[in-house]
């Protein structure tokens, strides 16, 4: 067998895996509490990179973080916070480092809009 022919039955294997395993980011809303007063954080948990970003829409700031991915969680965390989504019932569970108070909501999936560009 050539080289040639051994290059492009690597390369048609690699772009199959690619196509398989590529999967659309999936949106996640889970509205937390502090002090009495909701805080809603957005996720966008990105499987294919292995990132999950968190929208904070009380100061419309937004963070990027390495996360781990299992066949049950989505498992990731901040400076100030541990955070796991549990993916097949949508429960967000958070604890804060500081005190490791844990809190665990019903959280939501979105449906993306139809986007103009």
Same mark, same amino acid.
């Given at each position: ?6 290059f492009?039955?690597? !390369?048609? *294997?690699?772009? +199959?895996f %690619?196509?398989?395993?590529?999967a659309?980011?999936?949106?996640v =809303?889970?509205?937390?509490? $502090? ?10 948990l990105?499987?294919d990179?292995?990132k999950?970003?968190?929208?904070y829409?009380?100061? !419309?700031? *937004?963070?990027? +973080?390495? %996360?781990?991915?299992t ?6 965390? =901040?400076?100030?916070?541990? $955070? ?15 005190d490791g108070k844990?809190e665990q ?7 993306p809009?139809?986007r %103009?560009?």
């Amino acid at each position: 067998m050539s080289v040639r022919v051994v290059f492009q039955l690597i !390369a048609s *294997s690699a772009l +199959l895996f %690619a196509t398989l395993a590529s999967a659309a980011p999936a949106y996640v =809303t889970c509205e937390f509490t $502090y002090k009495g007063k909701p805080e809603v954080r957005k996720f966008t948990l990105n499987e294919d990179t292995g990132k999950v970003s968190i929208f904070y829409p009380e100061t !419309a700031e *937004s963070q990027t +973080l390495q %996360a781990a991915f299992t066949a049950e969680n989505v498992i990731f965390e =901040t400076y100030s916070e541990r $955070y796991a989504i549990i993916r097949t019932s949508l429960t967000g569970i958070r604890q804060a480092k500081l005190d490791g108070k844990i809190e665990q909501v019903q959280c939501r999936l979105e449906t993306p809009p139809k986007r %103009a560009f």
